[in-house]
């Protein structure tokens, strides 16, 4: 592990985070806070980021160590939040919204499992 790679995921982690806040606060204000839809929505987005950027990168592109690290890891990681799931999830259920928090759950699981195979699918398509 080097310097360089550590400082690439530190970055792409920064920028990931700042992208989260200005996603969810967008989202928030489009469309309230009542459902962890802001949550949701980074989630997703994410997750067909990460297809995405897998099948560009298997089959079009070889960036470096450096590039990886800085999207999946740092990017992505930092983009994404299964802690605010997880907080979101507890909320919903303490606060006695048993069908929103099934709801909730397996829309943020099925959700993001079909962006993830849309990005993938979709880059697969262009590319092959």
């Given at each position: 592990m080097t310097a360089k790679l550590l400082?690439?995921?530190a970055a792409g982690g920064a920028a990931g985070s700042v992208g989260r806040?200005?996603?969810?606060s967008q989202v928030g204000r489009w469309l309230g806070s009542q459902f962890?839809?802001?949550t949701l929505a980074v989630n997703v987005i994410g997750a067909f980021v990460l297809g995405s950027l897998i099948e560009v990168m298997a089959l079009a592109w070889s960036p470096s160590q450096e590039v990886r690290a800085f999207m999946?890891?740092?990017l992505l990681g930092g983009f994404?939040?299964?802690?605010?799931?997880?907080?979101?999830?507890f909320y919903l259920m303490e606060s006695g919204h048993t069908l929103g928090t099934g709801i909730y759950?397996?829309?943020?699981?099925m959700f993001s499992?079909?962006?993830?195979?849309g990005g993938l699918v979709l880059f697969r398509n262009l590319l092959a």
């Amino acid at each position: 592990m080097t310097a360089k790679l550590l400082l690439s995921i530190a970055a792409g982690g920064a920028a990931g985070s700042v992208g989260r806040y200005l996603v969810m606060s967008q989202v928030g204000r489009w469309l309230g806070s009542q459902f962890p839809f802001a949550t949701l929505a980074v989630n997703v987005i994410g997750a067909f980021v990460l297809g995405s950027l897998i099948e560009v990168m298997a089959l079009a592109w070889s960036p470096s160590q450096e590039v990886r690290a800085f999207m999946v890891v740092g990017l992505l990681g930092g983009f994404t939040t299964f802690s605010t799931f997880s907080m979101d999830m507890f909320y919903l259920m303490e606060s006695g919204h048993t069908l929103g928090t099934g709801i909730y759950v397996a829309a943020s699981v099925m959700f993001s499992v079909l962006a993830f195979q849309g990005g993938l699918v979709l880059f697969r398509n262009l590319l092959a």
